[in-house]
Structures are given as structure tokens and as C-alpha cells.
């Protein structure tokens, strides 16, 4: 079965770096499209960024645009996203997730926690 499994989150203060991880398996990894997804305490869901399936295509949300960079290892089935410069506003619960064939999010990890204070 598909599972994604995230991790590297933590505390961390303002303007530091975090590299998070997603170890995906149970399906082709570089056949997809894999995404980061935010939430926020008390917020909606907010896309973070989007890696093509072969890793030469990049998006990112502008709130992010700068700062964080997705990368994907298709060896290692592992999804990356280094986050530099981070602010308070970035903390958030941070899931890993699989863009299907109707391009929405078709699989979740369970998320991985970071928090940006002093």
C-alpha cells in the first residue's frame, strides 16, 4: 500500500534552516507528481510547492518563493524540502503528498511539525 512517511521537522528560531524529508513506497515514486501542504494552527490546508515527476519542474506558493526549495531523490523514493530563512508564520503541520491522475492529493503522510519561534 501507499505510504508516505514524513520527518526533520522540530523548534527551530527565527531566520533558521529545517530539511524536511518524506520516504514514499508501495507505488512508482518517479511516476508522480509530489507535493508539500501546510496547515497552520487554526488554518486551512495551504500548498506549499510541487516537484514534477522527473524533478526538473519546480513550484512553489509565493509565501514560500525565495526561501524554500523542493527536491526529490527517485533512487531513494524520497521527497526533500530545505527551508531556509524561516519565520514565525511558517510554523505549521507539514504533510507530504502525492498529486494522483485527476490531480488532486491522492495520498497523505501524517505529517511532521515545525515551529519557528525564539
Known amino acids: 500500500q501507499v505510504q508516505l512517511v514524513e520527518s526533520g521537522g522540530g523548534l527551530v528560531q527565527p531566520g533558521g534552516s529545517l530539511r524536511l524529508s518524506c520516504a514514499a513506497s508501495?507505488?512508482?515514486?518517479?511516476?508522480?507528481?509530489m507535493s508539500w501542504v501546510r496547515q497552520a494552527p487554526g488554518k486551512g490546508l495551504e500548498w506549499v510547492s510541487d516537484?514534477?515527476?522527473?524533478?526538473?519542474?519546480?513550484y512553489y506558493a509565493d509565501s514560500v518563493k525565495g526561501r524554500f526549495t523542493i527536491s526529490r531523490d527517485n533512487v531513494k523514493n524520497t521527497l526533500y524540502l530545505q527551508m531556509n530563512s524561516l519565520k514565525p508564520e511558517d510554523t505549521a503541520l507539514y504533510y507530504c503528498?502525492?498529486?494522483?491522475?485527476?490531480?488532486?492529493?491522492?495520498?497523505w503522510g501524517q505529517g511532521t511539525q515545525v515551529t519557528v519561534s525564539s
Open positions: 508501495g507505488f512508482s515514486f518517479s511516476g508522480y507528481y
Open positions: 516537484i514534477n515527476d522527473g524533478g526538473g519542474s519546480t
Open positions: 503528498t502525492r498529486r494522483g491522475s485527476t490531480w488532486a492529493f491522492d495520498y
